[in-house]
């Protein structure tokens, strides 16, 4: 790289107290709460991309905290005490989103959403024991008697088919994932939070005074404090096994005419989620389909789950219904064995801050919460 000129050097160049590495939600809220704390703070966000490429803009857009069979296949994994800790973090996540940004601004739309559940489920025995298990152990964080209502009356004009019943929770909303991010990085620079885009970090140093950072193009930046939000792309930077890529895809049809489905859905645990766009309906997931493919940071998508997709489409939407496909992308999610977001200080006093298990939009706000009083304590 060209050597600095003064000016860069004594302005985005200059050096910092906190340097983030990542601007996805993750590294955006955490800029946001250190803020909140001490206005004074001279940030830096450093991001590999032109504009944050790994999951926070290749959503689905869910501002959801669980659906009942993942809630109920958490509860097997993580334990009943660990799904609720998780959940109500989702919950205060979300309800901080709705207080932070108007709906306009970031096209968030209280549509509800519904799980469909088939009787070849797993979860299908003892449904009705275990959703009023989960109602009264979520009554506390949500304030709903009842947040799962069956809402299989509502089948016949969704258009959608072959599903037994549907699960209705009312408070499920939608939102624009580029326009949230979009936002909230406005507001940061409006804060004077810097943001260099296109600097990929490759490595770090650490001494007496704090951190040099460099980037792969020889670009270097210093600052007191170092916290990585870079997701599942962390473990060869941070030389670590945290946190597990897995990429999500997403297909989107076209326009259809009195599109009857408004609002979020979810199947099998899960592993299938779809939403209006609009009049477009936007389908993701399917990564049960081949998990070791997916286990990659590569964002080509592949052909097995695009079909795994289309299929879906094929059974479950009513046959009158005439679309085609005329979108689809890819994005890369972080997965911890426990299904627990992981906070903490790493390699040489660096923090890590990653892995919301595919609930990020709900998640990082809260997150950010905890990273911001570990880094200022
Ligand atoms: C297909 C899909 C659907 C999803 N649907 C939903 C949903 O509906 N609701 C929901 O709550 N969650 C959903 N998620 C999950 C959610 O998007 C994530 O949990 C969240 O966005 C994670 O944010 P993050 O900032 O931790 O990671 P990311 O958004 O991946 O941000 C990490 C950033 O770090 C940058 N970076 C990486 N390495 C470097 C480096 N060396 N130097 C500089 N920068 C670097 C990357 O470019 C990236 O911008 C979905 C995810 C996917 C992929």
Redesign the pocket.
């Known amino acids: 790289m060209a050597s600095l000129s003064i000016w860069e050097q004594e302005s985005f160049y200059a050096p910092k107290d906190i340097i983030i ?8 809220w955490t800029a946001w709460e250190l803020l909140q704390r001490n206005p004074s703070l001279r940030i830096v966000i ?4 032109s ?14 905290f669980g659906s009942p069979t993942e809630l109920m296949s958490d509860m097997e994994t993580m334990g009943i005490d660990d799904m609720l800790e998780v959940v109500e973090m ?1 919950y205060k996540g979300i309800e901080k989103i709705k207080q932070h940004f108007s709906d306009e601004v970031i096209g968030f739309e209280h549509c509800g959403g519904y799980e469909c559940i088939n009787k070849d489920s797993r979860f299908w025995p003892a449904l009705d024991d275990r959703i009023s298990q989960l109602n009264k152990l979520l009554k506390d964080i949500t304030g709903h008697r009842s947040i799962f209502k069956y809402a299989g009356n509502k089948l016949p004009t969704s258009g959608l088919q072959h599903f037994d019943t549907m699960i209705e929770n009312s408070t499920e909303a939608a939102l624009h ?1 580029g326009k949230l991010v979009q936002t909230l990085t406005q507001q940061l620079m409006a804060k004077g939070v810097t943001i260099l885009s296109g ?4 490595e770090w140093q650490k001494d007496s005074n704090g951190f040099e950072v460099l ?2 193009n020889d670009q270097s930046i210093k600052g007191t404090k170092l916290i990585f ?6 473990n060869s ?1 941070l030389d670590s096994s945290t946190v597990e890529p ?5 297909i989107v049809t076209s326009p259809i005419p009195d599109l009857p489905m408004k609002g ?1 859905f979810h199947f099998d645990e899960g592993y299938y ?1 779809w939403r209006h766009l609009g009049n477009r309906i936007l389908l ?2 399917g990564r049960n389909a081949d998990f070791e493919g997916e286990n990659t940071t590569d964002l080509n998508g592949s052909d097995i789950i695009r079909n795994t997709l289309i299929a879906f489409l094929q059974k479950h939407l009513s046959s009158s219904i005439q679309y085609s496909i005329e979108h689809s ?6 997965f911890t064995e426990n299904k627990r977001p992981f906070t903490g200080y790493v390699k040489d006093g660096a923090y890590l ?12 706000p809260v997150i950010a919460e905890t990273i911001a009083s570990d880094i200022l304590s």
Do not use: D, H
């Open positions: 590495v990542g601007a996805g939600l993750m590294g955006l450093l991001e590999k991309n504009t944050p490429l790994g999951a926070s803009t290749r959503n689905a857009g869910f501002a959801c989702r994932s600097f990929p970090v490759k980037s792969a939000c870079t997701n599942a792309f962390s930077l897995a990429r999500g895809q997403i979020t989620y993701g997931g992308w890819s994005g890369i999610m972080g801050a990653v892995a919301c298990n595919g609930m990020g939009v709900a998640l990082t």
